[in-house]
């Protein structure tokens, strides 16, 4: 028997008994845009049933523009903590090209026995949360994110983590988008920041840097998040237009795969209808031919 339970106060709905791929495209994609993230339980997916999951929200991407896809699978790209891969700072999916991912799916195939949850944080809350003269102030902000700022580059020692950050960076972009994004199917404010965003358009990069922590502040506040404790099986989808995430580095060197599939989104809009725009590199239309 399927239940649907909410799992944080702002953020975030467990379903548990239901095969994701027989819940009715309407009402699965009104609950994700409800609850930004939802938790299926031992969803029973394969690598086929996870693609075919994500498909089912929107044309897919290619499973990231630098790095490489999990074997034979050009759609599905690898989280395994022993090739160095640990996403411990927040972030939105590839917010660095002109159009990131709407949607991220996450399949857990081996889970640590304790630590590696991911956490996942409600970002129109934080600007709800905003007091109302940031909330103006923030309106009229641009950012640009980029794959290779400091802040961003995956942390870990050795061989593996040094190889990570090359192949991440081997190819550069920038992209402008604003601070505040308009929803496109709800219409929602949220902030769109996040660790790519390096700088905000027209500051000095100290000025960016104490206003991005202020309006980080927001998003990661206890209250705006929804912790995912993963067994193997379960799937995680969450509305990459309005959320971050975040994987704590807690576990060691015990191991931890995933499997990320991501589905094309649009071109991001501010408050003023204004879209995102390229500032260095290409529109990675190998990575979203949809785009
Ligand atoms: O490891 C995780 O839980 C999340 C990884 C991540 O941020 C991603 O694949 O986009
Ligand atoms: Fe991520």
Not at 71 to 76: A, E, K, L, T, V
């Amino acid at each position: 028997m399927t239940e649907i339970r909410r799992i944080g106060g702002r953020i975030g709905a467990e379903i548990t008994g239901a095969d994701p791929n027989a819940v009715p495209y309407d009402e699965l994609n009104g609950l994700l845009l409800e609850h930004k993230a939802l938790v299926f339980r031992d969803a029973g997916l394969d690598e086929d049933g996870q693609i075919r999951f994500a498909s089912r929200f929107g044309d897919l991407t290619r499973a990231h523009p630098t790095l490489p896809p999990v074997d034979d699978r050009p759609d599905i790209l690898p989280v395994d903590a022993e090739e160095g891969i640990r996403s411990n700072h927040w972030h939105t999916d590839v917010t660095f090209i002109r159009t990131p991912p709407a949607v991220s799916t996450l399949r857990a195939l081996v889970v640590p026995p304790y630590g590696g949850n991911t956490l996942i944080a409600n970002a129109a809350a934080a600007y709800r949360d905003l007091p109302e003269p940031l909330r103006e102030f923030a309106d009229r902000l641009w950012a640009v994110h980029s794959n290779a700022h400091d802040y961003i580059l995956p942390r870990g020692d050795g061989d593996a983590a040094d190889s990570y950050r090359r192949t991440f960076t081997s190819k550069r972009y920038k992209t402008a988008h604003p601070v505040v994004r308009v929803h496109p199917e709800t219409g929602e404010r949220g902030l769109f920041i996040g660790g790519f965003a390096e700088r905000i358009v027209d500051l000095s990069a100290g000025e960016s840097r104490d206003i991005l922590r202020i309006l980080q502040s927001y998003v990661t506040r206890p209250e705006n998040l929804l912790r995912v404790v993963w067994n193997p099986g379960d799937v995680v989808v969450f509305d990459n237009r309005v959320t971050q995430h975040y994987a704590p580095d807690d576990y060691g060197d015990l191991p931890r795969v995933l499997h990320r599939v991501t589905v094309a989104g649009d071109v991001p809009a501010g408050v003023t209808g204004e879209r995102s725009r390229i500032v260095e590199g290409d529109d990675a239309a190998h990575y979203t031919p949809a785009a």
